[in-house]
């Protein structure tokens, strides 16, 4: 059975929204990538060497990044061969179980957060500008919705609004915003706030710090403050370091992911924005290229459009006109 079959199969029932919504999420990516390797398709009969110099140019288009580019065509080349292929109409399924599997590693569980029987301390990551503090508001109110108790920690002292920023998606999920005056010290406001929410026998906290990055050695000071106190308060604390990259960036999203993970131990990505580019391919450059898996996606406007990142319905989303072509 065709891999496109097997996701057909998986994802045929349209009540499935999360299913939908990284299709239409993925929408620019799908109509630049899947459309390019469609007309690959249609121009070569036959599988050769030209036909995967062009698809490795497609996908560097797509930001899937030189060295997943690398490994994704030398693994397709070697399945050709292994299957014994010749028709290029049947390579595009192979690509879609190539993608899966380089996504995956030899760890499919890493996406689901490191929730604990006590109090789960969530820290967040990221340069300003790419949406971090709307991602906390709509990680908070996801969590909510799972029953949790949830508070937050304007850990964010320095950039003007803020706090203030914060405290209006509080007041939109109905979560609690621990915070001090601007320019207060980070590290002073996560002691209040975690022992607030010990206090108050909280599900989650999730501490929000400051973004900038005009030099790595006072970013990484301030972000190791942080994290003595939190584990001094909770030992094995942080539970997580979710840094926030925004999708639309492309290769400086990378950029950025290795910069975070020279300074502090980052355990997972949350790619804000991965509806408007036409450049989803980042997903695979991130986890292959520095083994961080993406935990959660940005898939539209919405409260709930932050979604849990699923490898299978990426790949969906990518090639669903395809898929349903097929079917």
Same mark, same amino acid.
């Given at each position: 059975?065709?891999?496109?079959?097997?996701?057909?199969?998986?994802?045929?029932?349209?009540?499935?929204?999360?299913?939908?919504?990284?299709?239409?999420?993925?929408?620019?990516?799908?109509?630049?990538?899947?459309?390019?390797?469609?007309?690959?398709?249609?121009?070569?009969?036959?599988?050769?060497?030209?036909?995967?110099?062009?698809?490795?140019?497609?996908? +560097?288009?797509?930001?899937?990044?030189?060295?997943?580019?690398?490994?994704?065509?030398?693994?397709?080349?070697?399945?050709?061969?292994?299957?014994?292929?010749?028709?290029?109409?049947?390579?595009?399924?192979?690509?879609?179980?190539?993608?899966?599997?380089?996504?995956?590693?030899?760890?499919?569980?890493?996406?689901?957060?490191?929730?604990?029987?006590?109090?789960?301390? +969530?820290?967040?990551?990221?340069?300003?500008?790419?949406?971090?503090?709307?991602?906390?508001?709509?990680?908070?109110?996801?969590?909510?919705?799972?029953?949790?108790?949830?508070?937050?920690?304007?850990?964010?002292?320095?950039?003007?609004?803020?706090?203030?920023?914060?405290?209006?998606?509080?007041?939109?999920?109905?979560?609690?915003?621990?915070?001090?005056?601007?320019?207060?010290?980070?590290?002073?406001?996560?002691?209040?706030?975690?022992?607030?929410?010990?206090? %108050?026998?909280?599900?989650?906290?999730?501490?929000?710090?400051?973004?900038?990055?005009?030099?790595?050695?006072?970013?990484?000071?301030?972000?190791?403050?942080?994290?003595?106190?939190?584990?001094?308060? +909770?030992?094995?604390?942080?539970?997580?370091?979710?840094?926030?990259?925004?999708?639309?960036?492309?290769?400086?999203?990378? +950029?950025?992911?290795?910069?975070? %993970?020279?300074?502090?131990?980052?355990?997972?990505?949350?790619?804000?924005?991965?509806?408007?580019?036409?450049?989803?391919?980042?997903?695979?450059?991130?986890?292959?290229?520095?083994?961080?898996?993406?935990?959660?996606?940005?898939?539209?406007?919405?409260?709930?459009?932050?979604?849990?990142?699923?490898?299978?319905?990426?790949?969906?989303?990518?090639?669903?006109?395809?898929?349903?072509?097929?079917?």
């Amino acid at each position: 059975m065709s891999f496109f079959k097997k996701l057909k199969e998986k994802f045929t029932d349209q009540s499935d929204t999360v299913t939908d919504k990284f299709k239409q999420g993925l929408t620019k990516t799908r109509d630049s990538f899947s459309g390019k390797v469609n007309d690959l398709v249609a121009r070569y009969r036959k599988v050769d060497e030209e036909f995967f110099e062009e698809l490795e140019e497609i996908l +560097i288009g797509a930001d899937v990044g030189f060295e997943t580019v690398m490994k994704l065509v030398d693994d397709l080349k070697m399945e050709v061969k292994r299957r014994n292929i010749s028709d290029s109409k049947d390579v595009q399924s192979v690509i879609s179980e190539k993608l899966v599997e380089i996504y995956q590693g030899n760890d499919s569980d890493q996406t689901e957060l490191n929730m604990q029987d006590g109090l789960t301390v +969530i820290l967040f990551v990221g340069v300003n500008g790419v949406g971090k503090t709307t991602t906390i508001g709509k990680l908070a109110n996801k969590l909510k919705g799972e029953g949790k108790t949830v508070m937050l920690a304007a850990g964010d002292t320095f950039r003007a609004g803020a706090i203030e920023q914060l405290e209006v998606w509080g007041e939109r999920v109905g979560v609690e915003v621990i915070k001090q005056a601007e320019g207060s010290d980070p590290a002073a406001v996560m002691f209040d706030a975690l022992r607030s929410a010990k206090a %108050k026998k909280a599900d989650v906290l999730i501490c929000d710090t400051a973004g900038r990055l005009q030099n790595k050695v006072n970013l990484m000071n301030e972000l190791e403050k942080v994290k003595r106190v939190i584990e001094r308060e +909770i030992p094995g604390a942080p539970h997580e370091v979710l840094l926030a990259l925004d999708a639309t960036t492309g290769q400086n999203a990378l +950029i950025q992911a290795k910069t975070f %993970k020279e300074v502090t131990n980052v355990t997972g990505i949350v790619l804000t924005k991965l509806d408007g580019t036409a450049k989803g391919g980042i997903v695979l450059a991130i986890r292959n290229e520095l083994n961080i898996p993406v935990k959660f996606v940005g898939l539209g406007e919405k409260m709930d459009d932050l979604q849990e990142f699923d490898a299978d319905k990426y790949v969906y989303g990518l090639f669903a006109d395809v898929i349903e072509e097929k079917e």
